[in-house]
């Protein structure tokens, strides 16, 4: 694992000071950082703090030079900082967190007619059942689970013990973290004589491309037709969605949250951490639903909602400080009635 | 997968109208439903809607013959079409989603004093330890644990990746979704010296006959005695249960809902989604607790309560519409009390 | 299973009455107590129900002889009766669940680099990566996942299906229960042209000693450093935290809580089922956050907050009370205005 100065100048495409043939070891935090770390400065006006940082080099904002005259250590000037440090994480990454080698495991467990890409990965004790696909440098997990007619697109990277029950289908270049289940059964039931009858869920989950699932959710398939990630979104850990849900494209959705059945998450929206919102709701795209917010009826695009019936931020934060002053205002209102004869 | 119009009307107990050798290949909404598909109109009031419909065949209520003279499909005129659909359903889902063929997979490993009843199947991988039962025509999903002397009825499914641990008892006629825990430790410590110290959990968790459980929940076992989920009772994903738990049947209880320890649960109560219930509570029997609220103490049978403290619904909604007056109130509090000089 | 009076008061450090060789097979609430179960009673106002107790054998507070008068069993008097109950249900622990048996299952697939140290148990279907440690007396359940390089520490136990993924470190006497994942990538991304790009993470997590996390848990490794468990921490089931979390000491963390990234809680802090902490806070030592309560800023040491937002606990039941009257306020301040023509 190593990176010099002179290579993450050119991943930066920026300008060089100091030592260019630097090694780099590793990564961390400006503070933290030692004379064979790269770290980053992401905003000039803490350009004090960088400049008593023991990083061996340093990625700042263009423009900063003059700011960045006491630092002693090599730095390389460029537009965007913080996404040229993700771009030299991704080197490190590839010796840190190497991805599984090539080739079937000997315990796995695959049906005859499934048919696993070239270049693909199949881990220790995987099970990939009858008709399904792997896509062509697929890594399923060890552990992992593939449904009858499941389809895992190219280079998507399954952790291990993913499930991704029967008929459903992972895009290209999805990440779906250790535990998360694709296609359980929708909840749904009629109960015309007390008893809840259950309705065969015969649908399906459709993940499309560039997705990222985090561990231990639970994604449900349509009762009828798709259960519907769009393409870029990225879901964080022990996240619930339920059967015919749509979600737009490139929205991030946050821990614990969950979205009740057939309810649509328009493009670019964002949903905090715990949040819930109703079934059969829309959420207008680019809207935020603020973590713990919940969401019992539509919501038009380019929202911010807060509170435990979501209302317009700004409104929601004023009720909130007002909440404060409640026993204040019963007060007031007691004396008030008083000297009224009320 | 294919079901005639015929025997859609026998399934449904109903009259058919148009041609009853017609041949439907699936179902789906009445909006998306093709010439082989088969829908259904629940409300005579959409009926409408039900004429334009593509369907090859509807199912529609008992009296709605001349609201449905436009419709040029076949119809099968029954007394619950939304009852009928699932019967059909039913009969789709044998086909496109039939359950695990009989028997034990070789890579399952089944302790020499393991019971397996007959026409049961065990998946690829999976753990059955020392003493455990699987009952005939149950099914054991790849990679699930059957924890020592636990037991699982009678045609239950448990689908790939669910934990019983020992001891634990499954009913007959259970679905169990991929990565649910069954019989994880009970949370308790005591803490004399502020360390905190285990409470061993000796108890065990008993699911009692028709439950079904969502994906990736957490159920634990009682401290000594027996956590409890009782006949008939439908359970969503990522749902927490406690120790000593007991709830009782018919209950639904939607996703990511949360019940602590040595609370008691009545027979058909609906406990939300996200809903938090406090610990040693009694939810009264019929009773429904909407989704997000968080109960601290007892609730009458037949209540039903809102809120992030539960209160009766219609205060609930009351005290949330006033919510959004509090700013218009504070207001007029202050100029009452500067009118007043106070 | 088999306990004597006279070693049930030898591990009480208590006094005895009655019938020191009395065999105890079980343990029971004191209600429900058998002639051959054990029971406790925690608190002397109580002393009327014990005295109906049918149990055998009966721990209760030094002090409490003479209101135990009535009571026919036998009686261990000592100074703190649940503790010394819990130290009798470990010893009935024992036999009604045993630890696993030491050895290699052949089932388990285990890289040849990885070390596997004396006296640890690796069950069915497990896989140890290559460079992975398991330390001595440690057990690894069936079907887990050790990752590349991780270390599981002594006598830690891991139940069914639990994944340590690569690099993490999991201290000695730990105990995790079925399902949880151990260092899932953090939640991080750039999206300098409205694509969400991935930030790789390549540090990890560190648990600490004596730390418990229940079931379906979920927590990420840092982006660049460690993110913490703390020593004699537990964590209850289907847990959130996100990366760079750092949490103390002996906190007590319930089910479904969630925790966002760098965010940091000290030592003995109490955070309660469902409640929900901002990112980059700061939850001083000993404080407790109640159940269902949401946390956006820091909190000082020792304190206890409630509510949608957080309030001293106080505060919040005050509000929460007068929120019942907000309809009366509206209506007196209505009468008010028009008393007052304003």
Same mark, same amino acid.
């Given at each position: 694992?190593?990176?010099?100065?002179?290579?993450?100048?050119?991943? +930066?495409?920026?300008?060089?000071?100091?030592?260019?043939?630097?090694?780099?070891?590793?990564?961390?935090?400006?503070?933290?950082?030692?004379?064979?770390?790269?770290?980053?400065?992401?905003?000039?006006?803490?350009?004090?703090?960088?400049?008593?940082?023991?990083?061996?080099?340093?990625?700042?904002?263009?423009?900063?030079?003059?700011?960045?005259?006491?630092?002693? /250590?090599?730095?390389?000037?460029?537009?965007?900082?913080?996404?040229?440090?993700?771009?030299?994480?991704?080197?490190?990454?590839?010796?840190?967190?190497?991805?599984?080698?090539?080739?079937?495991?000997?315990?796995?467990?695959?049906?005859?007619?499934?048919?696993?890409?070239?270049?693909?990965?199949?881990?220790?004790?995987?099970?990939?059942?009858?008709?399904?696909?792997?896509?062509?440098?697929?890594?399923?997990?060890?552990?992992?689970?593939?449904?009858?007619?499941?389809?895992?697109?190219?280079?998507?990277?399954?952790?291990?013990?993913?499930?991704?029950?029967?008929?459903?289908?992972?895009?290209? /270049?999805?990440?779906?973290?250790?535990?998360?289940?694709?296609?359980?059964?929708?909840?749904?039931?009629?109960?015309?004589? /007390?008893?809840?009858?259950?309705?065969?869920?015969?649908?399906?989950?459709?993940?499309?491309?560039?997705?990222?699932?985090?561990?231990?959710?639970?994604?449900?398939?349509?009762?009828?037709?798709?259960?519907?990630?769009?393409?870029?979104?990225?879901?964080?850990?022990?996240?619930?969605?339920?059967?015919?849900?749509?979600?737009?494209?490139?929205?991030?959705?946050?821990?614990? +949250?969950?979205?009740?059945?057939?309810?649509?998450?328009?493009?670019?929206?964002?949903?905090?951490?715990?949040?819930?919102?109703?079934?059969?709701?829309?959420?207008?795209?680019?809207?935020?639903?603020?973590?713990?917010?919940?969401?019992?009826?539509?919501?038009?695009?380019?929202?911010?909602?807060?509170?435990?019936?979501?209302?317009?931020?700004?409104?929601?934060?004023?009720?909130?400080?007002?909440?404060?002053?409640?026993?204040?205002?019963?007060? +007031?209102?007691?004396?008030?009635?008083?000297?009224?004869?009320?």
């Amino acid at each position: 694992m190593s990176l010099t100065a002179a290579e993450a100048a050119k991943l +930066a495409q920026g300008t060089l000071r100091g030592d260019a043939g630097l090694k780099l070891q590793g990564a961390a935090p400006l503070e933290k950082a030692g004379p064979s770390d790269l770290a980053f400065l992401a905003d000039p006006s803490f350009a004090g703090a960088a400049a008593a940082s023991k990083a061996g080099c340093l990625l700042a904002p263009a423009g900063s030079e003059e700011l960045l005259a006491a630092f002693k /250590g090599t730095v390389v000037f460029t537009k965007n900082p913080k996404y040229a440090f993700m771009l030299a994480l991704r080197r490190f990454e590839a010796d840190l967190r190497p991805a599984p080698e090539r080739g079937r495991h000997p315990t796995a467990v695959i049906y005859p007619s499934a048919k696993i890409g070239a270049d693909s990965h199949v881990g220790p004790g995987a099970v990939v059942e009858e008709g399904a696909y792997i896509a062509p440098g697929a890594s399923i997990g060890a552990q992992c689970y593939i449904g009858r007619n499941a389809r895992v697109g190219m280079g998507s990277r399954l952790y291990p013990g993913v499930k991704v029950m029967d008929a459903c289908e992972i895009g290209s /270049g999805c990440i779906i973290h250790a535990g998360t289940v694709i296609g359980s059964d929708g909840y749904g039931y009629v109960s015309p004589r /007390g008893r809840h009858e259950k309705i065969p869920q015969i649908g399906k989950v459709v993940v499309e491309d560039d997705v990222e699932i985090g561990a231990n959710c639970a994604i449900d398939r349509a009762a009828l037709e798709v259960t519907l990630i769009g393409a870029g979104t990225k879901i964080d850990n022990l996240v619930h969605v339920a059967h015919n849900v749509r979600i737009g494209r490139n929205c991030l959705i946050m821990a614990q +949250a969950a979205i009740a059945g057939s309810t649509e998450v328009g493009d670019n929206a964002i949903i905090g951490g715990q949040a819930g919102i109703s079934d059969h709701v829309k959420i207008g795209e680019n809207s935020a639903v603020m973590a713990g917010t919940g969401i019992m009826s539509d919501l038009a695009p380019g929202q911010v909602v807060f509170g435990h019936i979501g209302r317009p931020r700004l409104q929601a934060m004023k009720i909130e400080a007002l909440l404060s002053k409640l026993p204040e205002m019963h007060r +007031a209102l007691s004396k008030i009635k008083k000297q009224l004869g009320i």
